[in-house]
């Protein structure tokens, strides 16, 4: 089993869609969670980090369900601009030096 | 402020040859790292290093040497490259978990080929 495992799509979808991806984690000891933008040929940019709380911002929202291992991220209103590859990462110690990132699952936003 | 600069952004090597990626970051982040991203695949941890004059393996450190000699540099060494090591490199800095922002700033990137 992968330690990070997201459906790698992709996923089409028309603008103004919501579209939802989902990933999970293997070992229960993981601290901190994270999505990730990559856009094509370029280098991953933070999206956003995820809370236990669940947290927002503007159309994404992120889920951490610490029970079942998974992570989420919904975006709302898809726009042409969010066609991206999304990376979620998970850091599995206190400190910063373990932290693993997942396949990334692809979205092509349509008009 | 430039954030993290990596060169070259294109190579080509020969079986065998060696070369030097070139990491430098102007954020005075503590800590740096080096990942491999390879096609339908996670970034893959190669060294990394949580201050001048330390470094330390990753996930797939072999084939590979690094050094911090200084807070801003963190170059990534190939000796006798191999065509296995044909992939993007990326390298990434950032803050201690204590920090409020640990989120990594990555480099845009070198890819290289090995034939």
């Known amino acids: 089993r992968k330690e990070v495992e997201q459906d790698p799509g992709p996923f089409n979808v028309p603008e103004g869609a919501t579209v939802a991806f989902n990933c999970t984690y293997s070992?229960?000891?993981?601290?901190?969670f994270f999505w990730y933008r990559q856009d094509c040929r370029k280098e991953p940019k933070l999206l956003m980090s995820?809370?236990?709380s669940g947290n927002e911002d503007g159309r994404f929202t992120a889920q951490l369900n610490r029970a079942s291992q998974y992570i989420s991220l919904l975006i709302r209103d898809s726009k042409l601009s969010d066609s991206a590859t999304y990376l979620c990462?998970?850091?599995?110690?206190?400190?910063?030096?373990?932290?693993?990132f997942g396949a990334g699952t692809r979205l092509t936003v349509k008009p | 402020n430039a954030g993290v600069t990596q060169t070259p952004k294109f190579r080509i090597l020969k079986i065998g040859q060696s070369m030097t990626l070139q990491c430098t970051q102007d954020?005075?982040?503590?800590?740096m790292y080096w990942y491999r991203q390879d096609p339908g695949m996670g970034l893959k941890l190669i060294y990394y290093?949580?201050?001048?004059?330390?470094?330390d393996k990753g996930e797939v450190p072999n084939g590979y040497n690094v050094s911090r000699s200084t807070t801003e540099d963190f170059p990534l060494r190939l000796e006798l490259a191999a065509p296995s090591q044909t992939s993007v490199y990326f390298c990434?800095?950032?803050?201690?978990?204590?920090?409020?922002?640990?989120?990594?700033?990555f480099g845009s990137g070198t890819r290289l080929t090995v034939v």
């Open positions: 290093s949580v201050g001048a004059g330390i470094t």
């Open positions: 954020m005075n982040h503590n800590y």
């Open positions: 995820v809370y236990s």
């Open positions: 990434a800095s950032n803050f201690p978990r204590t920090a409020k922002n640990y989120g990594y700033t």
């Open positions: 070992n229960s000891a993981s601290q901190s």
């Open positions: 990462v998970v850091n599995a110690l206190q400190d910063n030096n373990d932290m693993r």
